[in-house]
């Protein structure tokens, strides 16, 4: 079992930065692949970022590419996702995933999931 917290969020101005953070317990946290996911009302959870239990791999949505990037700590039990350049597309709900598997998956088949932390950015 994994409990994922979600953190960092916030309301921000176009162009600005956000560092999300992801704090998870449970013994096998290094073990899991993490994603990052976002959603806006009235559509469905989208892929955003990905990593494997390494942090030797990681994979992004085309609309965040070269804006967004994750990274792991499996010493500290925390992933995150740093968003740069942010616009008012980016507002959404950003939830954090863990999955018990060695490969990126851009699908919503993640084991474990956070409550989500809202990102709003304003032009």
């Known amino acids: 079992q994994v409990r994922l917290v979600e953190s960092g969020g916030g309301l921000v101005q176009a162009g600005s930065s956000l560092r999300l953070s992801c704090a998870a317990s449970?013994?096998?946290?290094?073990?899991?692949?993490m994603g990052w996911f976002r959603q806006t009302p009235g559509k469905e959870r989208e892929f955003v970022a990905g990593i494997t239990w390494s942090g030797s791999s990681t994979y992004y949505a085309d609309s965040v590419k070269g804006r967004f990037a994750i990274s792991r700590d499996n010493a500290k039990n925390t992933v995150y996702l740093q968003l740069n350049s942010l616009t008012p597309e980016d507002t959404a709900v950003y939830y954090c995933?863990?999955?018990?598997?060695?490969?990126?998956?851009?699908?919503?088949?993640?084991?474990?999931w956070g409550q989500g932390t809202q990102v709003t950015v304003s032009s």
């Open positions: 995933a863990a999955k018990a598997t060695v490969v990126v998956s851009r699908k919503s088949d993640y084991d474990f």
């Open positions: 449970g013994r096998r946290f290094g073990s899991y692949t």
